[in-house]
């Protein structure tokens, strides 16, 4: 079976554009999340989506957000793009919500450079 | 509030001796703790998790990790480090998904 997929692999944007990372769970997982991880630092938890609805949410700003498909598959937009934002974006799938034991795959994320 | 930290920043060890990786968390109730691997450019990959079942568990790659409430840790050990074992390593609650800061393991010939 496929892992987790991300789309893209690598981005370039400049400074006030907006971009969507998109991602596609181990088929059977019905939930998705985001993450961020900068440069040497460990991930930063940004969304998690259970049936297509938001079932978490971390400290980052409304520029960020997130939705997720009728075949589980999910989609992260972030708006007005800053510097800080550049980063590794990483999505993982999980059968049921996450929190409560149930492991998370990771797919290999889409590293974002803003510039 | 519930935290993961994870005490070494740095961890330094030549090839066949054990590996120690330390990891305290903070939580108001009994957590899901899990350790996981990230390698140079490729995904993060779980390792091993805890769930109450057993204080002692086994993961992949002959690592395992022991929880400990009464010391509130959760350290991940391997007997004998190998050089592939080089990589930064993520210990995670999963009380709202806290990674701790990571921890890199160089393994020295």
């Known amino acids: 079976d496929a892992g987790v997929t991300q789309s893209p692999t690598h981005l370039i944007k400049t400074r006030g554009q907006h971009v969507t990372l998109r991602c596609s769970p181990i088929?059977?997982?019905?939930?998705v999340s985001w993450y961020q991880q900068v440069l040497g630092q460990g991930p930063q938890f940004i969304f998690q989506y259970y049936e297509k609805e938001e079932r978490g949410r971390g400290n980052f700003p409304d520029r960020f957000s997130a939705r997720q498909f009728p075949n589980y598959s999910s989609e992260l937009n972030v708006n007005a793009l800053l510097l800080g934002d550049s980063a590794l974006y990483l999505c993982?799938?999980?059968?049921?919500?996450?929190?409560?034991?149930?492991?998370?795959?990771f797919g290999p994320g889409t590293r974002l450079t803003v510039t | 509030a519930q935290s993961v930290t994870q005490l070494d920043s740095h961890v330094s060890v030549s090839e066949g001796t054990p590996v120690l990786l330390r990891c305290n968390y903070s939580?108001?109730?009994?957590?899901?703790l899990f350790w996981y691997v990230q390698h140079p450019n490729k995904g993060l990959q779980l390792l091993l998790k805890?769930?109450?079942?057993?204080?002692l568990v086994k993961g992949i790659n002959g690592f395992e990790a022991e929880f400990k409430k009464s010391e509130t840790s959760f350290h991940l050990t391997k007997p004998s480090a190998h050089m592939s074992d080089a990589a930064e390593y993520f210990c995670v609650g999963g009380f709202k998904t806290i990674f701790g800061a990571g921890t890199r393991l160089f393994v020295k010939a």
């Open positions: 993982a799938s999980s059968l049921e919500q996450g929190a409560l034991g149930y492991e998370q795959y």
């Open positions: 088929s059977g997982h019905k939930s």
């Open positions: 939580s108001s109730y009994s957590p899901s």
């Open positions: 805890y769930t109450s079942a057993a204080t």
